[in-house]
């Protein structure tokens, strides 16, 4: 065969454009790319709903990349070693009940597995705003281009409608932020100190429906509801996203 | 059991610290997370060689991330299928031997691959020299902290050895024109016109020791010796990481 | 009717998408929206061959908006008056043989003027490279989203094919500069000093083909061939918009 | 004739000035050279006031070059269809109802139309702090250059004069909040979520008087009265700049 | 002996490596490292305690580098000339009381002192936050790397535990900050203004227990307790540390 | 006593400006503040002769403080072993040869002894040019502070004399670069590749005069006479600025 | 004779350095080198006070420079004409009352008679905080040098003492602010809307002691009394800046 | 009266812009406002020529502001102690023919002096070009507002005529590198090594035509021929102006 560019470009093009005009409309919008919103959608996918994953970020992962403080490893405790196991991630034992695994490792197979499950990436994407229309849930994002915003260029954005949206954005919980400041709740208490133990467990029980059609798991849950800080350890990332999965499961 | 935030931060710590230690010592230091830094890395280390991927930024994948203009699709055409199948990642056929895939799932499955191979990633570090003694072989490389280059910091590197170093780093083939610089070859072509046709079958055949000790592979080697440039068609990055992998294996 | 955010979406999308399929193949790429540029894309597209402009910036009109020195007003001569009536540009006498009119009326009407011809706009549009093949015609055009360059992400461009490309990008001359270095040819000479009699007609003399498939126009050709300097008499910028568009479609 | 570039510059030094201390008194300022503020100046001009656009960028236009996420299209809903017309702006029907044009186009055409109605643009320029005196009436705007205040310079501003002012900086309402933070009101509600339909309404229900000689129009009407976000519909927009324009016709 | 690369590079990870697993738990975490936070780490570690001083800079010393409006000169009264003269630090008298020294040799000659009495220092380090677990009490401390953080790449930190911390990050007290607003208390009352002569008693006065297991000291005690400002005059910060130092160790 | 405001002021003020005004005619100007530097300096300093160390940052000590890679540690083999002695800076056996010191120490002891010396110390100080007259020999230099340098300003320096200049400022030989500049000599060769063993022992062969009156130590004399590039190794470092104090001495 | 650079360096520091202890005690410290305070300085170093003038750019003259938006002209009226008389400031009649500056003449005229007067001027000078001691008066400044505040290097201050201070820092009021910060008052009420007849009336009743010790003139006193804003016309400028010495002169 | 905002707006624009259009054609452009510059210009202009100074900052003054290294003190002497005379700025003497004298004074009162000469002012404005036609002189200058090239804006310059144009724009001679880029000569040889002596003697024999058109003076004229550099003394600065002064005289 002899390799055409136009054709390179026009299969680009024209590829992701129909996923781009499907996904319009999906049934869960999960925003942030770190591992609970990895798990959450893939397990969500797997369901056979259709998910797409909105990460502001060139690359899909969030803060699990650079492990602890440059250190390219996380430790993950017993109750969540299943999911380690699940997603075929590598780990040996530190101590009892402590496992390290590689980050990068981790990151990448939570994202191909994610892929695996049929969950669509919107990544170098921005939510601006939220859709909520007279009967008080959320029902869609604004989203827009992250280099249009980083540069400050005044261009539109355009909206997206979803059943489900799970804040899975970490510590800023951002979509929850925008809701509250523009429909007066959910209350974000704000996270508290470092305590790994108690917050590990905070993250599970406080992944929740905080505002209708809105769902919020990992760092994000905490944020919310007033959780503790947990550092490098990532299990109850990994079972909240599991969690918020479940619920939303349950519920569609 | 009851989790400890210090014992967390020992085990990181001491299980990344013990894996730097082992690798100041390699086999083959490929620098660059990219397309063809990965296969190469991968196809290396599976022959059970001590391999070390070096990329500068916190994630791993290089431009594979962001498809064509932020439309996240690669296309890989015919000569290179074997190798999606080989790592598992799913594509569609755009016309006839023009095949789709989703770039964030060929990033990750690359990345994970690599991993299950036995490859060590050293991510958020940039390497600042090179090493080269009297024998006139590439030896080691000089690596700092990415953060510590950003900020203009005044730090000391630290020297790592490895028998062969592979130059992944794409359009600026960074290690190739440190060395060009301090010891005055190879000579540095510079990078062509778009031509994909041509520089999809360059790029395999320009993949070679350009300096003792030394191998380019994926765009560094079309722009060390000269080759075309190609756009977002992979076929030939995932190839000539694999002839850089055969080359250096039948050498070690 | 009942508003629907989705369908909205969809149909910028959509609307979109199909122009740029389409344009990945066209006629005649003009590069650069300034004044030379909208006449030369305005007049051909005016003879029925499928026309694209491609402008970096998210406005088109270049160096017309702001007049001179931020006083927005521009001059045309004798010469070019009949342009002016042509785009319906309203102008007024100044001195014998000087014609000031409204440089934002200016702007807006050759656009619009381009934009009934049936010229498509390209904006928030970066050229990062030619695509130059084996009969060393320029045949193509490497392009990327501005924001994506500005915020230095590595994003990978796409191709577009077209028979004639017109570099309007004015003193930079980015196109023959890029085609300069790729291919050792053309010589760029660069602008001289202010002298505007001079440089208002080498401006049109020096409007031609430079390199095979590529045509100059505007400060680009004075840029390219060495002529003078005009400042704010935008006569000469009219008229070799005008010529290069007369050469071009003698040619199609 | 032979060209001179000392005349060049006094011409168009000249030719502006004298607009410049004509409009240092005008009927109406209109602020913001969005779609709004555009097809308002163009109206009341029409009917033979004394109108100027100020605007801050280089550029006319505002937010409507960009089209929706850097895709240069736009739609209007039936509403207001007659507007497309009434300013000779191409369309084509995407489903019942719903108009998709080119943004590029809209833009230009619109400008072009205010530019013939006798609109005077004032580009370039930010409007720093707003003149009310004892009658507690806005009667003027305290302008400077927008370089001298994006490079931080204390230069002092000048001050024009006029009977009514449009608020058309869209989201931000720079004139309304400027007011409400010197004389205490008008309150700002703020803008609610994306919700299109009830936005497209609410802004023309907006439009009005909001502080003695201060309109507002466009997404500026509903960030002050609190109505909802609209995103890249434009039908709502046109129709406020219509209203604004009618009342203020009707009380000049 | 032949000087090899790789056993550089081991020395200097292995060495510092056993130091930070061995931190990982300390008696006593001094953050900030001036003359206040060095006299007080010097002072405690000389007692046999296991003292580590964070500090967010390259380099130790805090504002004592600079002087007074970098004139390199610090003045220390009568009261506090028995500390001079304990750490060996050379001065004169300029007039009765006033003593005048040059502040490079101080600040070099008090970290050598606080190096020799066992404190290890972790430079480029800053707290991101802190740990407080049931009992209410300050018993560890968030740490990441300054680069990261200046940075702004997204890259988790550690925990260390300390039995007691010091707050000695001068007027940002950033320790006392951060558990007020997390934890609702200390009340941190804000420096005060200039006045030397008050604010040397009180910054003494002011060291103390502010928070179970926080300490204050040097002029982060006058900024949680309300206390002046003090100018180049160091007595009151030498001993302001001396009573940290005095008042911890006879807690342990 | 009384503590005065305005005393402390005066003292700073008058004792450093006495120092100013006497240093503008020195025996020995040492620029840069690192190892090589403070050896170089204290050991002129201590046979008496007028030494003023001139260093741009705030604080001395230069590539120290960080270690490698932000390890504080740092490496000396047993050659300069004596000099580790010399200025009291503990240290521990690694392997046969190689002695690991901590990198905070070392510098504050450094300092420390280069200050015990006599030597003056110019931080925040930049020298932007040379002074040589007629007779051809660096004989003054010209110095101003480095926060002016580093916003802009346009303000004059000044200038002072000495007999001898010593470049200590490491890799970018800033001094040597500024003479060759201006007076086409000496030739600067460029650093070399990484290899200590042979950067060990010529760093300190490479100390010498280079230009009348202008001496180069440290990385300085590899970077000005060809040397390789050595790594967190000190050894040589400090032999350097031990050989240039020697030969300088014997000259005076 | 022979020029000597060394002699004239020692010329500079020895010259400035004389004044900069003599004034680290003075009379009145007027703060911001703007028309008022220029005005203010000159009329009250005329009665033999010793003045210093603090400005924290390099340049003295503050927002004169640039006339009305970059037109380099000042308007004065009637009532303050025979303050240009008095400093000798040409100005030519614009209609009735309204005279026409320019605006260099007028800076450069008030600045040499205000080091006619006797004022000593410290440009690049910031004021950091101030001094208010037991008696609750402003009775000293706590300066810093422009460049090291801009840079944000961890410089401490030095103080001077002054029996009265000058705030005409103009808009924002600076002293005013830290001395309410720190102190409780005085209140800050914040400047009014644009509305010049006012304004100047009121700039004058304006000016008076605002808080034991502190005067304010020019834009600071509406600023700080809720006064109008006044524009290019500087009538009331001088007048507030006379006004504010006379009260001075006759308390002193 | 009562006062009038826009009677003072159009005060400030009429009058300047009379200005404007008049010096669109003047006998003398002097370009940068430093000392030599200003001497020149009043020199000139007292003679009854018409003199227009183009200086790009907002005030002018140039490097005279900050005396050396932020001491505000210049030193002149005794060859040039007559042009303090004239210029009525105070001195003392420090030692035998070396004069020092305040910098602000001597800034402002040359200043204060040009303008009384009659020299009109036009600061905030850049030389991007230089106008020679087809008879090879140097006979206008393209300029723009300064903001507009910081902000990187695409606005035209304007151009202006002149007879002579003088270079005083110091060590960079922005006009002699204009013309030698655009038109090969001259030639320039950059700035030596400080040396005052020759290099005071030097500024002045190399004040000179070295373009037809073009004169140098002050440090543009070391840095164009070759000369040494000076430092804070500014006798030549002000002798080389007033020598460029009669060289132009004498041939208008």
Known sequence: MTLEEITISRAIISDHMETLLDYMEMDVAVVGGGPSGL????????KGYKVGLIEKKLSIGGGMWGGGMMFPRIVVQEEARRLLDRFHINYSEFSSGYYTARSIEAVSKLTAAASDAGVEFFNLTTVEDVMVKG???????????????????????????????????????VISHQVAKKCGKPEIKGEGTMWAENAETAVVSHTKEVFPG????????????????MGPVFGGMLLSGEAAALQIVNRL
Chains 1, 2, 3, 4, 5, 6, 7, 8 share one sequence.
Request: charge should be negative.
């Open 39 to 46: 798990v959450c959608s893939a397990l969500i996918a797997e």
């Open 135 to 173: 009967d008080g849930v959320l029902s869609g994002l604004v989203i827009n281009w992250q280099p249009v915003e980083a540069t400050g260029l005044h261009v539109d954005p355009l909206t997206l409608a979803c059943k489900i949206t799970v804040d899975a954005t970490g510590h800023d919980a």
């Open 214 to 229: 809105l769902y919020v798991c990992g760092m994000a849950a905490n944020a919310v509801l007033g959780g503790h800080r």
